[in-house]
């Protein structure tokens, strides 16, 4: 899971993610969750990239904040 940039770039990234894919972040996630069942970080940033034809960063940072929200879950 610690594939990622900086907690700041990952931020910004995240940020900037709606405006550069016209889709909010929260649905990002759902993509995610509904997605086929990939077990390792590089496969979901890879399936991002070539079915939603996402940029190599935004896909790293929806994948990440899809782990940590995950994590948080299972913790709380």
């Known amino acids: ?6 907690d700041k ?3 910004n990234l995240l940020s900037r993610i709606p ?5 909010e972040v929260a649905d990002w996630l759902r ?3 509904e ?3 990939l077990f390792r970080f590089e496969e979901k940033v890879s ?3 070539g079915e ?3 940029a190599y960063g935004h896909a ?5 904040e899809y782990d940590l929200r995950r994590a948080a879950r299972k913790l709380g």
Do not use: D, Y
Request: aromatic share 6%.
């Open 52 to 54: 939603h034809n996402l």
């Open 9 to 11: 770039t990952h931020r």
């Open 31 to 33: 993509t995610v969750e």
């Open 47 to 49: 399936w991002l990239r």
């Open 60 to 64: 790293k940072a929806i994948v990440h």
């Open 19 to 23: 405006q550069c894919t016209g889709r």
């Open 1 to 6: 899971m610690s594939h990622v940039f900086s």
């Open 35 to 37: 997605g086929p069942s």
